[in-house]
């Protein structure tokens, strides 16, 4: 919970439309709100399965007060229960990514991307360099106005 380990993946049940997994928190005053995301995610390099619980909302002291979690007040509290359930959902694993990076490569590798990525590049360079000329233009119309401006005003002087 929130990057720490509280506990240990204990019983794993696979059912048709969901699996059921069972934890064991070490310590009986770690509390977890009910309003928690869990999540299942892969780390390291030997995919570790670990289960991550961030609660969504903050607690307070007085929320907390003397909490029991064995006891039968602790259903209407804002804190899991002893053999309560939580549903989570699938977090990020190395197969999504390996998929969404082989899917990547797989667009980068088409020829007419790449033949439309040439013609942006050569329709860009197209563009600077019509925009130079026009910056040349105004720059010597710039000019043209200042000297022009320039012998009407001191020429009277």
């Known amino acids: 919970m929130r990057g720490i380990n509280i506990g240990y993946v ?6 048709y439309n969901y699996v059921l997994i069972k934890v064991n928190i070490n310590v009986s005053s770690i509390l977890i709100p009910k309003n928690s995301l869990v999540e299942t995610t892969q780390t390291g390099l030997l995919n570790d399965t670990v289960v991550d619980i961030t609660p969504l909302q903050n607690i307070t002291n007085q929320d907390v007060g003397n909490m029991n979690v064995f006891a039968k007040s602790c259903v209407k509290s804002l804190f899991i229960c002893h053999y309560d359930y939580m549903k989570g959902e699938r977090g990020l694993n190395y197969d ?3 998929r969404a990076a082989t899917r990547i490569s797989q667009r980068f590798d088409d020829p007419a991307l790449f033949n439309l990525v040439n013609i942006l590049l050569q329709n860009t360079i197209y563009i600077s360099n019509e925009l130079i000329e026009l910056t040349d233009s105004i720059v010597d ?5 200042y000297d022009y401006l320039y012998q009407i005003f001191f020429s009277q002087m």
């Open 10 to 15: 204990n019983k794993i049940q696979v059912k």
């Open 96 to 98: 999504d990514l390996v």
């Open 141 to 145: 119309t710039t000019i043209l106005i």
